[in-house]
Protein backbone atom coordinates (compact mmCIF):
# COMPACT_ATOMS: atom_id res chain seq x y z
CA UNK A 1 0.00 0.00 0.00
CA UNK A 2 1.43 3.63 -1.06
CA UNK A 3 0.22 6.74 0.00
CA UNK A 4 0.76 9.57 3.27
CA UNK A 5 2.63 8.15 6.12
CA UNK A 6 3.16 12.05 7.43
CA UNK A 7 2.98 15.56 6.75
CA UNK A 8 2.80 19.01 8.10
CA UNK A 9 3.14 22.71 7.10
CA UNK A 10 4.15 25.94 8.19
CA UNK A 11 2.29 29.90 7.80
CA UNK A 12 5.00 33.18 8.74
CA UNK A 13 3.33 34.27 11.95
CA UNK A 14 2.88 37.56 10.78
CA UNK A 15 -0.37 38.35 9.07
CA UNK A 16 -0.77 41.57 6.97
CA UNK A 17 -4.17 43.41 6.45
CA UNK A 18 -5.62 43.63 3.14
CA UNK A 19 -7.48 46.90 4.23
CA UNK A 20 -3.91 48.41 4.59
CA UNK A 21 -2.71 47.28 0.78
CA UNK A 22 -6.36 48.77 -0.27
CA UNK A 23 -6.12 51.89 2.03
CA UNK A 24 -2.57 52.92 0.37
CA UNK A 25 -3.54 52.00 -3.38
CA UNK A 26 -6.94 52.94 -3.93
CA UNK A 27 -6.83 56.05 -5.09
CA UNK A 28 -4.74 55.16 -7.95
CA UNK A 29 -7.21 51.57 -8.32
CA UNK A 30 -10.45 51.34 -6.21
CA UNK A 31 -11.11 47.85 -7.56
CA UNK A 32 -9.05 46.72 -4.78
CA UNK A 33 -11.50 47.76 -2.04
CA UNK A 34 -13.14 44.67 -3.26
CA UNK A 35 -10.46 42.48 -2.11
CA UNK A 36 -9.81 44.04 0.89
CA UNK A 37 -11.53 41.76 3.50
CA UNK A 38 -9.22 39.53 5.73
CA UNK A 39 -5.38 38.85 5.67
CA UNK A 40 -2.68 37.56 4.69
CA UNK A 41 0.72 35.82 5.59
CA UNK A 42 3.64 37.72 5.50
CA UNK A 43 7.34 36.51 5.43
CA UNK A 44 9.72 37.95 7.70
CA UNK A 45 12.58 39.76 6.41
CA UNK A 46 14.52 36.42 7.22
CA UNK A 47 12.20 34.01 6.02
CA UNK A 48 12.45 32.93 2.33
CA UNK A 49 10.97 29.57 0.19
CA UNK A 50 13.73 27.25 2.05
CA UNK A 51 13.46 28.44 5.45
CA UNK A 52 9.90 28.04 5.34
CA UNK A 53 10.36 24.69 3.61
CA UNK A 54 12.86 23.58 6.60
CA UNK A 55 9.73 24.73 9.36
CA UNK A 56 7.20 22.10 7.35
CA UNK A 57 9.71 19.48 7.39
CA UNK A 58 9.88 19.76 11.29
CA UNK A 59 5.83 20.04 11.24
CA UNK A 60 5.63 16.67 9.96
CA UNK A 61 8.72 14.88 10.94
CA UNK A 62 10.33 16.46 13.90
CA UNK A 63 12.86 19.55 14.39
CA UNK A 64 15.88 16.37 14.25
CA UNK A 65 14.23 13.38 12.43
CA UNK A 66 15.72 10.54 13.20
CA UNK A 67 15.27 8.61 9.92
CA UNK A 68 16.59 10.00 6.67
CA UNK A 69 14.31 9.74 3.87
CA UNK A 70 15.15 8.06 0.01
CA UNK A 71 14.47 11.33 -1.47
CA UNK A 72 13.99 14.69 -1.19
CA UNK A 73 11.61 16.89 -3.42
CA UNK A 74 11.39 20.90 -3.34
CA UNK A 75 8.88 22.33 -5.14
CA UNK A 76 8.93 25.93 -5.60
CA UNK A 77 8.59 28.84 -8.36
CA UNK A 78 10.20 31.42 -6.11
CA UNK A 79 13.37 29.61 -4.86
CA UNK A 80 16.63 31.84 -4.07
CA UNK A 81 19.08 30.32 -6.19
CA UNK A 82 18.27 29.74 -9.80
CA UNK A 83 22.20 27.62 -10.15
CA UNK A 84 22.29 25.95 -6.71
CA UNK A 85 20.45 23.03 -5.83
CA UNK A 86 17.83 24.24 -3.03
CA UNK A 87 17.15 21.29 -1.59
CA UNK A 88 20.63 20.22 -0.62
CA UNK A 89 20.67 23.14 1.82
CA UNK A 90 17.06 21.91 3.09
CA UNK A 91 18.62 19.00 3.29
CA UNK A 92 21.30 19.96 5.62
CA UNK A 93 19.07 22.19 7.35
CA UNK A 94 17.08 18.91 8.07
CA UNK A 95 20.71 17.11 9.02
CA UNK A 96 19.48 14.16 6.60
CA UNK A 97 21.85 11.54 6.11
CA UNK A 98 23.92 12.25 2.66
CA UNK A 99 24.96 8.85 2.49
CA UNK A 100 22.07 7.47 -0.28
CA UNK A 101 19.33 10.69 -0.42
CA UNK A 102 18.30 11.79 -3.98
CA UNK A 103 17.72 15.59 -3.93
CA UNK A 104 15.53 17.17 -6.42
CA UNK A 105 14.03 20.77 -7.08
CA UNK A 106 11.38 21.05 -9.07
CA UNK A 107 9.88 24.00 -10.14
CA UNK A 108 8.34 26.14 -13.17
CA UNK A 109 4.77 25.61 -12.85
CA UNK A 110 2.08 26.23 -9.81
CA UNK A 111 1.26 22.05 -9.93
CA UNK A 112 5.12 21.70 -9.42
CA UNK A 113 3.79 20.75 -5.95
CA UNK A 114 1.62 17.86 -6.90
CA UNK A 115 3.95 16.48 -10.23
CA UNK A 116 6.42 16.13 -7.05
CA UNK A 117 4.00 14.19 -5.24
CA UNK A 118 3.38 12.00 -8.22
CA UNK A 119 7.36 11.66 -8.68
CA UNK A 120 7.38 10.91 -4.90
CA UNK A 121 4.42 8.10 -5.58
CA UNK A 122 6.93 6.41 -8.46
CA UNK A 123 9.87 6.30 -5.68
CA UNK A 124 8.05 4.87 -2.67
CA UNK A 125 6.69 2.29 -5.37
CA UNK A 126 10.02 1.23 -6.59
CA UNK A 127 10.76 -0.09 -3.30
CA UNK A 128 13.48 2.76 -3.06
CA UNK A 129 12.13 3.80 0.44
CA UNK A 130 9.74 7.19 1.67
CA UNK A 131 10.11 9.90 -0.49
CA UNK A 132 9.81 13.82 1.46
CA UNK A 133 7.95 16.35 -0.80
CA UNK A 134 8.17 20.20 0.45
CA UNK A 135 6.44 22.63 -1.31
CA UNK A 136 6.81 26.42 -0.44
CA UNK A 137 6.50 29.53 -1.55
CA UNK A 138 7.20 33.60 -1.42
CA UNK A 139 6.71 35.21 -4.75
CA UNK A 140 6.56 38.93 -5.16
CA UNK A 141 3.85 41.51 -6.46
CA UNK A 142 3.51 44.63 -7.79
CA UNK A 143 2.06 47.50 -5.67
CA UNK A 144 -1.26 47.97 -5.77
CA UNK A 145 -1.52 44.42 -7.97
CA UNK A 146 -4.54 42.03 -7.62
CA UNK A 147 -1.88 39.94 -6.86
CA UNK A 148 -0.27 42.21 -3.82
CA UNK A 149 -3.72 41.27 -2.06
CA UNK A 150 -4.29 37.68 -2.99
CA UNK A 151 -0.61 35.85 -2.66
CA UNK A 152 0.54 34.48 0.82
CA UNK A 153 3.37 32.72 2.09
CA UNK A 154 3.70 29.37 3.36
CA UNK A 155 4.71 26.03 2.68
CA UNK A 156 3.67 22.22 3.27
CA UNK A 157 5.20 18.62 3.31
CA UNK A 158 4.07 15.09 2.79
CA UNK A 159 5.92 11.97 3.20
CA UNK A 160 5.09 9.59 0.61
CA UNK A 161 5.80 5.88 2.02
CA UNK A 162 4.71 2.11 2.04
CA UNK A 163 2.89 -0.34 4.47
CA UNK A 164 0.53 1.39 7.40
CA UNK A 165 -0.18 4.45 5.41
CA UNK A 166 -2.53 7.53 7.08
CA UNK A 167 -3.92 7.42 3.80
CA UNK A 168 -3.65 5.38 0.77
CA UNK A 169 -3.46 6.45 -2.77
CA UNK A 170 -6.12 5.24 -4.47
CA UNK A 171 -4.96 6.79 -8.02
CA UNK A 172 -3.72 9.10 -10.16
CA UNK A 173 -3.56 11.34 -13.48
CA UNK A 174 -1.36 14.11 -15.19
CA UNK A 175 -2.39 15.77 -17.97
CA UNK A 176 0.06 18.62 -19.54
CA UNK A 177 -1.69 21.43 -21.64
CA UNK A 178 0.09 24.72 -22.63
CA UNK A 179 -2.88 26.88 -20.98
CA UNK A 180 -0.95 30.04 -19.80
CA UNK A 181 -3.26 31.40 -16.97
CA UNK A 182 -0.18 33.34 -16.14
CA UNK A 183 3.81 33.77 -16.57
CA UNK A 184 6.83 35.09 -15.30
CA UNK A 185 9.63 35.24 -17.80
CA UNK A 186 13.40 34.90 -16.89
CA UNK A 187 15.46 37.24 -15.25
CA UNK A 188 11.57 39.15 -14.04
CA UNK A 189 10.57 39.20 -10.66
CA UNK A 190 6.42 39.36 -10.89
CA UNK A 191 4.06 37.47 -12.52
CA UNK A 192 1.92 38.45 -15.82
CA UNK A 193 -1.79 37.11 -15.26
CA UNK A 194 -4.52 37.07 -17.88
CA UNK A 195 -7.58 37.96 -17.96
CA UNK A 196 -9.90 36.07 -14.98
CA UNK A 197 -12.82 35.06 -16.81
CA UNK A 198 -11.22 33.52 -19.40
CA UNK A 199 -9.47 31.59 -16.98
CA UNK A 200 -11.86 30.05 -15.42
CA UNK A 201 -13.96 29.36 -18.41
CA UNK A 202 -10.88 27.75 -20.89
CA UNK A 203 -8.93 26.81 -17.84
CA UNK A 204 -10.31 25.86 -14.87
CA UNK A 205 -13.91 24.24 -16.25
CA UNK A 206 -12.51 22.75 -18.74
CA UNK A 207 -8.74 21.18 -18.02
CA UNK A 208 -9.83 20.23 -14.60
CA UNK A 209 -12.75 18.22 -15.22
CA UNK A 210 -11.04 15.98 -17.76
CA UNK A 211 -8.13 14.90 -15.19
CA UNK A 212 -10.67 14.68 -12.96
CA UNK A 213 -13.18 12.43 -14.53
CA UNK A 214 -9.99 10.23 -15.97
CA UNK A 215 -9.38 9.32 -12.60
CA UNK A 216 -12.55 8.90 -10.99
CA UNK A 217 -13.34 6.48 -14.69
CA UNK A 218 -9.49 4.95 -13.58
CA UNK A 219 -10.88 4.03 -9.85
CA UNK A 220 -14.18 3.22 -10.14
CA UNK A 221 -15.17 6.13 -7.38
CA UNK A 222 -18.44 7.93 -7.61
CA UNK A 223 -18.43 11.74 -7.50
CA UNK A 224 -20.73 12.04 -5.32
CA UNK A 225 -18.11 9.84 -2.85
CA UNK A 226 -15.88 12.39 -2.56
CA UNK A 227 -15.76 13.68 0.87
CA UNK A 228 -12.90 16.49 1.09
CA UNK A 229 -12.21 18.21 -2.93
CA UNK A 230 -8.76 20.36 -2.63
CA UNK A 231 -8.99 22.66 -5.61
CA UNK A 232 -6.01 25.58 -5.07
CA UNK A 233 -7.10 28.78 -7.19
CA UNK A 234 -7.69 32.34 -6.49
CA UNK A 235 -11.01 32.28 -7.61
CA UNK A 236 -13.13 32.05 -5.22
CA UNK A 237 -16.31 30.92 -6.87
CA UNK A 238 -13.99 28.16 -8.98
CA UNK A 239 -14.20 25.63 -6.44
CA UNK A 240 -17.74 25.17 -5.62
CA UNK A 241 -18.24 25.83 -9.91
CA UNK A 242 -16.52 22.31 -10.68
CA UNK A 243 -18.28 20.44 -7.61
CA UNK A 244 -21.18 20.85 -9.17
CA UNK A 245 -19.88 20.15 -12.75
CA UNK A 246 -18.18 17.00 -11.34
CA UNK A 247 -21.16 16.25 -9.11
CA UNK A 248 -18.65 16.37 -6.04
CA UNK A 249 -20.95 17.66 -2.79
CA UNK A 250 -20.99 20.73 -1.94
CA UNK A 251 -19.82 20.05 1.71
CA UNK A 252 -16.49 18.20 0.06
CA UNK A 253 -15.49 21.76 -1.45
CA UNK A 254 -12.32 23.07 0.83
CA UNK A 255 -12.23 26.39 1.88
CA UNK A 256 -9.43 28.13 0.27
CA UNK A 257 -7.92 30.05 2.53
CA UNK A 258 -8.39 33.17 0.99
CA UNK A 259 -8.93 35.56 3.51
CA UNK A 260 -7.05 34.44 6.06
CA UNK A 261 -3.45 33.04 4.57
CA UNK A 262 -3.82 34.06 0.46
CA UNK A 263 -2.71 32.13 -2.02
CA UNK A 264 0.55 30.03 -1.93
CA UNK A 265 1.23 29.06 -5.51
CA UNK A 266 2.55 25.60 -5.43
CA UNK A 267 2.57 24.88 -1.76
CA UNK A 268 -1.61 25.52 -1.39
CA UNK A 269 -2.60 22.09 -2.74
CA UNK A 270 -0.63 20.58 -0.47
CA UNK A 271 -1.24 23.01 2.09
CA UNK A 272 -4.73 22.52 1.75
CA UNK A 273 -4.56 18.82 1.83
CA UNK A 274 -2.67 18.46 5.30
CA UNK A 275 -5.66 20.89 7.05
CA UNK A 276 -7.96 18.41 5.03
CA UNK A 277 -5.55 15.42 6.83
CA UNK A 278 -6.33 17.09 9.59
CA UNK A 279 -10.15 16.32 9.73
CA UNK A 280 -10.49 13.31 7.93
CA UNK A 281 -12.12 10.58 9.17
CA UNK A 282 -10.97 6.62 8.04
CA UNK A 283 -12.80 5.88 4.52
CA UNK A 284 -12.58 9.79 3.64
CA UNK A 285 -11.97 10.22 0.02
CA UNK A 286 -9.49 13.02 -0.64
CA UNK A 287 -9.35 14.27 -4.06
CA UNK A 288 -6.15 16.70 -4.53
CA UNK A 289 -6.01 18.78 -8.03
CA UNK A 290 -2.89 20.84 -9.14
CA UNK A 291 -3.63 23.31 -12.12
CA UNK A 292 -1.27 24.72 -13.90
CA UNK A 293 0.05 24.02 -17.28
CA UNK A 294 -2.49 21.16 -17.26
CA UNK A 295 -3.58 19.44 -14.20
CA UNK A 296 -2.41 16.55 -11.52
CA UNK A 297 -5.57 14.53 -9.74
CA UNK A 298 -4.46 12.67 -7.00
CA UNK A 299 -7.10 10.60 -5.10
CA UNK A 300 -6.63 9.36 -1.29
CA UNK A 301 -8.78 6.82 0.91
CA UNK A 302 -8.05 8.12 5.01
CA UNK A 303 -6.85 4.73 6.76
CA UNK A 304 -7.61 3.95 10.19
CA UNK A 305 -4.02 5.50 11.50
CA UNK A 306 -5.53 8.83 10.46
CA UNK A 307 -6.81 9.90 13.82
CA UNK A 308 -3.72 8.09 15.76
CA UNK A 309 -1.40 10.45 14.10
CA UNK A 310 -1.30 14.39 13.62
CA UNK A 311 1.74 17.09 12.83
CA UNK A 312 3.41 19.01 15.45
CA UNK A 313 1.13 22.01 14.58
CA UNK A 314 -0.22 21.84 11.65
CA UNK A 315 -2.26 24.41 9.43
CA UNK A 316 -5.19 24.57 12.30
CA UNK A 317 -2.11 25.31 14.91
CA UNK A 318 -0.48 27.93 12.61
CA UNK A 319 -3.68 29.82 12.03
CA UNK A 320 -4.28 30.40 15.13
CA UNK A 321 -0.38 31.06 16.03
CA UNK A 322 -1.19 34.61 13.62
CA UNK A 323 -0.21 38.14 14.23
CA UNK A 324 -1.60 41.05 12.94
CA UNK A 325 0.70 43.45 10.75
CA UNK A 326 -0.84 46.76 9.19
CA UNK A 327 2.57 48.12 9.07
CA UNK A 328 2.19 48.12 4.81
CA UNK A 329 5.47 49.68 4.71
CA UNK A 330 7.42 46.86 6.41
CA UNK A 331 5.81 44.50 3.79
CA UNK A 332 7.40 46.83 0.72
CA UNK A 333 10.93 46.67 2.88
CA UNK A 334 10.98 43.34 4.07
CA UNK A 335 10.62 42.51 0.01
CA UNK A 336 12.82 44.82 -1.31
CA UNK A 337 9.45 46.48 -3.11
CA UNK A 338 10.91 50.43 -2.30
CA UNK A 339 14.56 51.18 -2.86
CA UNK A 340 15.17 52.48 0.86
CA UNK A 341 18.29 54.43 2.17
CA UNK A 342 19.36 51.71 4.89
CA UNK A 343 21.92 53.84 6.18
CA UNK A 344 26.01 53.52 6.96
CA UNK A 345 25.98 50.57 8.55
CA UNK A 346 23.96 48.70 6.21
CA UNK A 347 27.02 50.17 3.38
CA UNK A 348 29.35 47.07 4.19
CA UNK A 349 30.79 43.94 2.07
CA UNK A 350 28.53 40.96 3.06
CA UNK A 351 31.30 38.84 0.70
CA UNK A 352 30.27 35.08 1.80
CA UNK A 353 33.75 33.21 2.02
CA UNK A 354 32.63 29.75 0.51
CA UNK A 355 35.58 27.71 1.25
CA UNK A 356 34.84 28.76 5.46
CA UNK A 357 30.98 28.17 4.53
CA UNK A 358 31.72 24.59 3.61
CA UNK A 359 33.89 23.67 6.43
CA UNK A 360 31.92 25.13 9.10
CA UNK A 361 28.73 24.11 7.11
CA UNK A 362 27.89 21.06 10.14
CA UNK A 363 27.45 24.16 12.18
CA UNK A 364 25.95 26.81 9.69
CA UNK A 365 23.70 24.12 8.11
CA UNK A 366 23.02 21.64 10.66
CA UNK A 367 22.85 23.30 14.08
CA UNK A 368 25.85 20.58 14.73
CA UNK A 369 26.88 20.82 18.40
CA UNK A 370 29.40 18.17 20.22
CA UNK A 371 28.59 15.83 23.37
CA UNK A 372 32.24 14.66 25.79
CA UNK A 373 31.69 10.52 25.31
CA UNK A 374 33.90 10.51 28.51
CA UNK A 375 31.74 13.34 30.75
CA UNK A 376 28.63 13.55 28.92
CA UNK A 377 28.95 17.66 28.35
CA UNK A 378 27.00 18.92 25.63
CA UNK A 379 28.66 22.03 24.13
CA UNK A 380 28.64 24.25 20.76
CA UNK A 381 30.32 25.17 18.63
CA UNK A 382 32.16 21.38 18.87
CA UNK A 383 35.66 21.85 19.58
CA UNK A 384 38.57 19.14 20.37
CA UNK A 385 38.60 19.87 23.64
CA UNK A 386 35.65 19.75 26.38
CA UNK A 387 34.66 22.60 28.47
CA UNK A 388 33.86 20.99 31.31
CA UNK A 389 36.94 22.34 33.58
CA UNK A 390 36.21 19.06 35.48
CA UNK A 391 37.18 16.66 32.27
CA UNK A 392 38.78 19.29 29.62
CA UNK A 393 39.24 16.05 27.35
CA UNK A 394 40.98 16.14 23.88
CA UNK A 395 39.08 14.74 20.87
CA UNK A 396 36.34 13.01 22.54
CA UNK A 397 33.32 14.20 21.61
CA UNK A 398 30.69 13.24 18.77
CA UNK A 399 27.97 14.98 16.72
CA UNK A 400 25.20 16.21 18.52
CA UNK A 401 22.23 17.92 17.04
CA UNK A 402 20.99 20.92 18.63
CA UNK A 403 18.82 22.30 16.20
CA UNK A 404 15.32 20.06 17.99
CA UNK A 405 16.71 21.42 21.42
CA UNK A 406 14.72 24.33 23.73
CA UNK A 407 16.90 26.84 25.80
CA UNK A 408 16.25 29.81 27.57
CA UNK A 409 17.50 33.46 27.43
CA UNK A 410 20.79 34.30 29.53
CA UNK A 411 21.31 37.73 28.85
CA UNK A 412 20.28 40.15 25.60
CA UNK A 413 20.72 43.46 23.89
CA UNK A 414 18.14 45.38 21.65
CA UNK A 415 20.63 47.33 19.31
CA UNK A 416 19.76 49.89 17.20
CA UNK A 417 22.78 51.20 15.97
CA UNK A 418 23.85 47.25 14.32
CA UNK A 419 21.97 47.58 11.48
CA UNK A 420 19.23 45.01 11.13
CA UNK A 421 16.06 44.89 8.55
CA UNK A 422 13.81 44.96 11.54
CA UNK A 423 15.27 47.35 14.35
CA UNK A 424 16.35 46.87 16.80
CA UNK A 425 18.68 43.97 16.41
CA UNK A 426 17.99 41.78 19.02
CA UNK A 427 21.05 39.03 19.99
CA UNK A 428 21.66 37.53 23.45
CA UNK A 429 22.99 34.16 25.02
CA UNK A 430 21.01 31.53 25.03
CA UNK A 431 21.68 28.22 27.46
CA UNK A 432 20.01 25.26 25.90
CA UNK A 433 17.91 22.59 28.49
CA UNK A 434 20.49 20.07 27.39
CA UNK A 435 23.56 22.03 27.73
CA UNK A 436 25.49 24.36 25.63
CA UNK A 437 25.43 27.92 25.39
CA UNK A 438 25.89 30.38 22.48
CA UNK A 439 25.57 33.61 21.68
CA UNK A 440 22.63 33.77 18.77
CA UNK A 441 20.47 36.73 17.13
CA UNK A 442 17.03 36.74 18.25
CA UNK A 443 14.01 36.99 15.68
CA UNK A 444 10.54 37.61 15.91
CA UNK A 445 10.92 39.49 19.41
CA UNK A 446 7.47 40.72 21.07
CA UNK A 447 8.92 43.57 23.17
CA UNK A 448 5.80 43.57 25.71
CA UNK A 449 6.39 40.07 26.71
CA UNK A 450 10.41 39.37 26.08
CA UNK A 451 12.63 39.47 28.67
CA UNK A 452 15.63 37.63 30.66
CA UNK A 453 14.76 34.15 31.00
CA UNK A 454 12.69 33.86 27.59
CA UNK A 455 12.35 29.74 26.68
CA UNK A 456 13.64 29.47 22.68
CA UNK A 457 13.50 27.29 20.26
CA UNK A 458 15.87 27.54 17.19
CA UNK A 459 15.14 27.92 13.66
CA UNK A 460 16.96 28.37 9.99
CA UNK A 461 16.40 31.52 9.08
CA UNK A 462 18.47 33.77 6.88
CA UNK A 463 21.55 35.89 8.66
CA UNK A 464 22.93 37.90 5.75
CA UNK A 465 21.84 38.96 2.42
CA UNK A 466 24.42 39.95 0.15
CA UNK A 467 22.39 42.37 -2.31
CA UNK A 468 25.66 42.96 -4.35
CA UNK A 469 26.50 39.46 -5.92
CA UNK A 470 22.99 38.12 -5.05
CA UNK A 471 24.07 35.73 -1.94
CA UNK A 472 21.86 34.89 1.16
CA UNK A 473 23.70 32.89 4.22
CA UNK A 474 21.59 31.16 6.29
CA UNK A 475 22.30 30.33 10.07
CA UNK A 476 20.38 29.65 13.05
CA UNK A 477 18.31 32.20 14.93
CA UNK A 478 16.18 31.59 18.26
CA UNK A 479 13.00 32.54 18.27
CA UNK A 480 10.47 33.08 21.53
CA UNK A 481 7.88 30.18 22.87
CA UNK A 482 4.62 31.10 21.68
Known sequence: MIGITAYGAYLPRARLQKQVIADANAWFDSGLRGLAKGEKTMCNWDEDAITMATEACADALGRAPDRTPAALLLASTSLPFADRQNSVILAE?????????????V???????????LNAVDIAAAGRGDALVVASEHRLTKCASREEMLYGD????????????????????????????????????????WE?????????????????QALLAQTGVEAADIAHFVMPTDQRQVPGGLAKKLGIPDSAVTDNLLQSVGITGTAHAMLLLAQRLEEARPGDLLLVVGFGQGCDALLF????????????????????????????????????????ELGKRADVDKTAFLSAMYRNRALTNSFIGGKCTKCQTVQIPRAHYCVNPECGA???????????QRGKVATWTADRLTFDFNPPAYFGMVVFDCGGRLMMDLTEVDPDTFDTGAEVSVHFRIKQIDTQRGFRKYFWKAVPSR
Open 107 to 117: TCSQRAGTSAL
Open 301 to 340: RATSRIAEWQPQRGVSGWLAAGVPETNYNKFQSFNDLIDK
Open 154 to 193: GAAAVVIGAGDVLAELVGSVSQPVDFIDHYRAEGRDYDVG
Open 394 to 404: LDTQEAYPMAG
Open 196 to 212: ERWVRDEGYMKIVPQAV
Open 93 to 105: AMHFDPANLRTLD
